[in-house]
């Protein structure tokens, strides 16, 4: 059982690239969100969705788009990736309504 | 607004000493709260939660105990260990929305 998924694990892109980071779950689960790891702030919500074409902003959405065609796959698109956004990335899914959230294992990105 | 705060690290403790980390809450209602736990390279794993008041969570020799009264959910453990060295972070949802609120997390360090 895979869990959650995100690859890639590790990526460097340079100024004005834009790129996508996947995510993946096989639990079935409703709620899928992205947060964003940064050191002295902890996780900050990205975006998430409560289902298959339904998605929101989180606390930090500028320069991130979201799309959930699946109930399997929420990837995040950076649109033209700036050195701010150079930061660690986790997806996490749940049943929502308050409940348990499970991480993925993380994509380290680097902005140069 | 809902928020978490918890007591800033690091921590650095000798193998088999008490522990406790701080954490208190602001928030409408009655959410629930949890204890996450992140080691080196990996994402957050669910370590323990409460969902209501007076409520104990537990899992691995970690206890928290939600407090209504003083809006807090501090956790203890009787006799770290050196595998217990982590990050460890507190959060918060509520069974009417769709969020966590993550505390900035705190380092732990156990010193065999």
């Known amino acids: 059982n895979a869990g959650v998924t995100q690859t890639p694990k590790f990526q460097v892109l340079k100024t004005g690239q834009s790129m996508t980071l996947q995510c993946a779950q096989d639990?079935?689960?409703?709620?899928m969100s992205w947060y964003r790891q940064d050191p002295g702030m902890g996780l900050r919500l990205i975006h998430y969705?409560?289902?298959?074409?339904i998605t929101d902003q989180g606390e930090v959405p500028n320069g991130y788009n979201v799309s959930r065609s699946t109930t399997e796959d929420f990837p995040l698109r950076l649109l033209s990736a700036a050195p701010s956004q150079t930061s660690v990335y986790f997806c996490?899914?749940?049943w929502g309504g308050g409940n348990t959230i499970y991480f993925g294992e993380g994509s380290w990105l680097t902005v140069v | 607004g809902d928020s978490v705060t918890q007591m800033e690290g690091p921590v650095t403790l000798s193998e088999e000493a008490f522990l406790t980390i701080n954490c208190t809450y602001t928030?409408?209602?009655?959410?629930?709260l949890f204890w996450y736990v992140q080691y080196p390279g990996e994402g957050l794993q669910l370590l323990l939660k409460?969902?209501?008041?007076?409520d104990k969570g537990s899992n691995k020799g970690f206890e928290a105990t939600y407090r209504k009264e003083t809006t807090s959910f501090h956790l203890e453990k009787g006799s770290v260990q050196v595998s217990d060295s982590a990050v460890y972070f507190c959060?918060?949802?509520?069974?009417?929305?769709?969020?966590?609120?993550f505390g900035t997390g705190t380092s732990l360090t156990v010193i065999p």
């Open positions: 959060a918060l949802s509520r069974d009417t929305g769709n969020q966590f609120y």
């Open positions: 928030a409408t209602g009655y959410p629930s």
């Open positions: 409460a969902t209501k008041a007076d």
């Open positions: 639990m079935n689960h409703e709620y």
């Open positions: 969705s409560v289902g298959a074409g």
């Open positions: 996490a899914t749940g």
